[in-house]
Structure formats: structure tokens, C-alpha cells
């Protein structure tokens, strides 16, 4: 293996067979877990929208998820780079999933809306301005073939 390349496994089990199979398109589960070794058990299903559990977490949520951390660990890296001390990061990314009238889909765009606290109000300006340096850097996003947009922000000091 060459040094930089990084190979994941993940085993995806599923578990909606409810005694026929998939003998109709109402008659199984979409319940399915997926592991990877050392690591819990996820619980996934698809959609509700799609027949599935909304208990369990579903590939898009999963796509979306991937994409929100990417960006985090990316900008918290790259802010170390400039010297900026963040204190606390919080997103709530959203995403849009076009279905064709053939039943194929796919996402349209995602929406990063991260928000951080910095230690010192004098790097407020910087801060910001490195979501985009980090959005250049996330594998996740540089992987997708749809835009990923960031609408960073600040979070407001709060008294602990």
C-alpha cells in the first residue's frame, strides 16, 4: 500500500427480510446494520419517504453527516495552521435530494452552516474567511459531484 492512500472497510448487513424476501415492494424491511470493526453498530434504514424506519439513521443523513464532519475536522485543522483558537464549533448542514420521475436521484447541493466561538474576538474576521480554505481540503466534499455550500457565522459567547 502506498503511503498515501487509506483503505476503509465497512460491513453493511440487511436485516429487513420479514419471511418473503423481497417478493413484492412492500413486503421487506429497509432495515439494515452497518459496522466496522472496534466501532458500535450503526442502525440504518432508508427514508421514511421510502418505506423505511425514521428511528435509524438513512444514507442521506449519513452523505450529509459525512460531508459536516469532513468540513470540521478540515477547518479545525486549518485553523490551527493560522493560529486561530477555536473554542466551540456547532453546524446544522442541510441537503437536497431530487428524485427523477424514472425513480433514479441525486443530491442537488448540500448547505454547511457552521458556526464557531474564537478565543480571541480580534480573529473573528479569519476565522470565517477559513471555511474556504478547509473547503478545499475536506476528501469528503472534493469527492461529491454536487456543490457544497458554507454559510459560516459566529456563535454568541454564553456565560457557562
Same mark, same amino acid.
Given at each position: 500500500?502506498?503511503? =498515501?492512500?487509506?483503505?476503509?472497510?465497512?460491513?453493511?448487513?440487511?436485516?429487513?427480510?420479514?419471511?418473503?424476501?423481497?417478493?413484492?415492494? $412492500?413486503?421487506?424491511?429497509? +432495515?439494515? /446494520?452497518?459496522?466496522?470493526?472496534?466501532?458500535?453498530?450503526?442502525?440504518?434504514?432508508?427514508? $421514511?419517504?421510502?418505506?423505511?424506519?425514521?428511528?435509524?439513521?438513512?444514507?442521506? @443523513?449519513?452523505?450529509?453527516?459525512?460531508?459536516? @464532519?469532513?468540513?470540521?475536522?478540515?477547518?479545525?485543522?486549518?485553523?490551527?495552521? %493560522?493560529?486561530?483558537?477555536?473554542?466551540?464549533?456547532?453546524?446544522?448542514?442541510?441537503?437536497?435530494?431530487?428524485? =427523477?420521475?424514472?425513480?433514479?436521484? @441525486?443530491?442537488? &447541493?448540500?448547505?454547511?452552516?457552521? $458556526?464557531?466561538?474564537?478565543?480571541?474576538?480580534?480573529?473573528? &474576521?479569519?476565522?470565517?474567511?477559513?471555511?474556504? &480554505?478547509?473547503?478545499?481540503?475536506?476528501?469528503?466534499? $472534493?469527492?461529491?459531484?454536487?456543490?457544497?455550500? %458554507? &454559510?459560516?457565522?459566529?456563535?454568541?459567547? /454564553?456565560? +457557562?
Amino acid at each position: 500500500m502506498a503511503l =498515501n492512500q487509506h483503505h476503509f472497510e465497512i460491513n453493511v448487513v440487511w436485516t429487513g427480510n420479514k419471511g418473503s424476501g423481497t417478493s413484492t415492494y $412492500r413486503a421487506y424491511g429497509r +432495515d439494515h /446494520t452497518v459496522a466496522a470493526v472496534g466501532l458500535p453498530v450503526l442502525l440504518g434504514s432508508a427514508d $421514511r419517504t421510502f418505506h423505511g424506519d425514521r428511528d435509524r439513521w438513512n444514507p442521506e @443523513q449519513l452523505l450529509i453527516t459525512a460531508l459536516t @464532519q469532513c468540513h470540521m475536522l478540515s477547518y479545525l485543522h486549518v485553523a490551527v495552521l %493560522h493560529g486561530v483558537v477555536i473554542t466551540r464549533y456547532e453546524d446544522t448542514a442541510t441537503g437536497t435530494l431530487v428524485v =427523477n420521475p424514472d425513480g433514479s436521484g @441525486q443530491f442537488s &447541493e448540500v448547505t454547511l452552516h457552521p $458556526r464557531i466561538q474564537v478565543a480571541d474576538p480580534a480573529t473573528e &474576521e479569519l476565522a470565517l474567511s477559513l471555511h474556504a &480554505e478547509a473547503a478545499t481540503k475536506c476528501f469528503i466534499a $472534493r469527492s461529491v459531484n454536487f456543490p457544497v455550500h %458554507h &454559510e459560516p457565522g459566529l456563535l454568541a459567547i /454564553t456565560e +457557562d
